[in-house]
């Protein structure tokens, strides 16, 4: 089952624009985490965020985490054509598990 | 570090057949853990081992099942196979012990196409 809704389910954009990707779940969690599929290939982790933390940035990467609503968002900055993926959002509901319990995921087009 | 890597990359295969799927972890990562990807149902668990016992099921049928050797590679096998089975089988490996959680490193994944 889904814990994760990703919204939108595709946003296409220009180079150099920012991308916002939104995610809800439906119970507590430990941490979330989002990672990007390129193209039906495996998946790569882009970052882990603790149920107890507010905000994290990594590079062009910052995401937030509103526990009181149970929601997330990545934000892609100054995005560039090699940013078009899908982009996953996924939970973890137990400390110690790996257990990921993914969302549908939103399609990003980033256009030259 | 070499990364996760499974084997085969394609696989096609009849109904009714069995499948077995391999996967080997990050060099230290003992916990090894496989999803299912389809158009419909998207990603979704299907065990993870840690330390070659099973330590999480996801939903799915007794026709999954899967296995951990002591050097923490990892089979997966799929037996009397459906139609729906075709997916793309992901394999992540992390060094996730007791008390904490850490990101999973993915494989490319094998593709399974069921005839």
């Known amino acids: 089952s889904q814990q994760g809704e990703e919204d939108p389910q595709a946003l296409s954009i220009q180079e150099g624009e920012n991308a916002t990707m939104n995610c809800s779940y439906k119970t507590s969690i430990n941490n979330l985490q989002w990672y990007r599929q390129n193209s039906g290939r495996g998946l790569v982790h882009l970052i882990l965020?603790?149920?107890?933390?507010r905000e994290k940035h990594s590079g062009r990467l910052r995401v937030t985490l509103d526990t009181s609503k149970k929601s997330s968002s990545l934000l892609i900055t100054a995005s560039r054509a090699a940013d078009t993926a899908s982009y996953f959002c996924a939970t973890v509901l137990n400390s110690g598990y790996s257990t990921l319990t993914f969302g549908k995921g939103t399609m990003l087009l980033v256009s030259p | 570090k070499a990364g996760v890597t499974q084997t085969p990359r394609y696989l096609i295969k009849t109904r009714g057949q069995q499948v077995t799927l391999s996967c080997s972890p990050i060099?230290?990562?003992?916990?090894v853990s496989w999803y299912q990807q389809t158009p419909g149902q998207g990603l979704q668990f299907l065990f993870e081992?840690?330390?070659?016992?099973?330590?999480n099921k996801g939903n799915f049928p007794g026709r999954f099942s899967g296995r951990q050797f002591s050097n923490s590679r990892s089979e997966m096998n799929v037996s009397t196979l459906e139609l729906g089975d075709s997916a793309l089988y992901l394999c992540a490996s992390s060094l996730a012990g007791a008390g904490d959680t850490y990101e999973q490193y993915f494989g490319p994944g094998t593709r399974l196409t069921v005839t």
């Open positions: 060099s230290g990562h003992r916990s």
């Open positions: 965020i603790r149920s107890n933390e």
């Open positions: 081992y840690f330390s070659e016992t099973q330590r």
